[in-house]
């Protein structure tokens, strides 16, 4: 009662935890073994701790980056699905990523953020 217990941030750390030990059961290295022990140790600490307002908080910053991660994961996944039909280019002045259809030549980009000009193949 009054203990923070299991997140999803310490689920991840629990899952980790195994496969450290898993990792130093194979390799016989006892530094995965220590990694394990920690990681273990903080679980708990996290699980057991009455400071519910910090561990919420901790929680949410790892959704956060968890969620950023998934997010650059599938861009990345789409733009690798698209590169059969498309090329990708960034725009000299802004960086923004422009895309173009392959197969029509030399073909003039306008960037549909900055308005730049810029030639390319595509």
Do not use: H
Not at 6 to 17: A, I, K, N, P, Q
């Amino acid at each position: 009662m009054g203990r923070y217990g299991f997140d999803e941030l310490s689920r991840v750390c629990l899952w980790v935890t195994v496969a450290f030990m898993a990792l130093s059961l194979f390799t016989q290295n006892q530094a995965f073994y220590l990694v394990g022990l920690l990681l273990l140790a903080i679980c708990y600490f996290r699980v057991f701790s009455r400071k519910v307002e910090k561990r919420r908080e901790e929680n949410q910053k790892f959704l956060g980056v968890r969620r950023l991660g998934a997010v650059k994961w599938n861009a990345a996944k789409a733009r690798q699905e698209q590169k059969k039909i498309y090329r990708f280019y960034k725009c000299p002045q802004c960086r923004q990523r422009v895309r173009v259809p392959k197969g029509k030549g030399r073909i003039c980009i306008t960037c549909p953020k900055c308005r730049a000009e810029f030639i390319k193949k595509s």
